[in-house]
């Protein structure tokens, strides 16, 4: 597959922010165990990555991002 250099603008649906590329590689990669039987590579690295990158960049912050117990009232 080939790959296809991109300087400019990505705009992540999911996390509803834009990010900057300068010259950035992007390409998609075979996995045969994904859903479409492909994954997505930015620079190399796919979304599991950034999910690690963005979860230790919060943590030097002192966020806690890791979804936990959800609080709330208990109707009985």
């Known amino acids: 597959m080939q790959s296809y250099r991109y300087t400019g603008e990505l705009h ?3 996390y509803n922010q834009t990010f900057k590329a300068d010259e950035t590689v992007l390409q998609f990669k075979p996995d045969k165990d ?3 039987g ?5 620079n190399g690295d796919d ?3 950034f999910k690690q990158q963005r979860k230790e960049f919060y943590e030097r912050l002192g966020i806690n991002i890791e ?3 959800k609080q709330g009232m208990k109707l009985h």
């Open 12 to 14: 992540s649906i999911k």
């Open 34 to 36: 994904g859903l479409s």
């Open 38 to 42: 492909f994954r997505f590579t930015i």
């Open 47 to 49: 979304d599991v990555r």
């Open 67 to 69: 979804p936990g117990q």
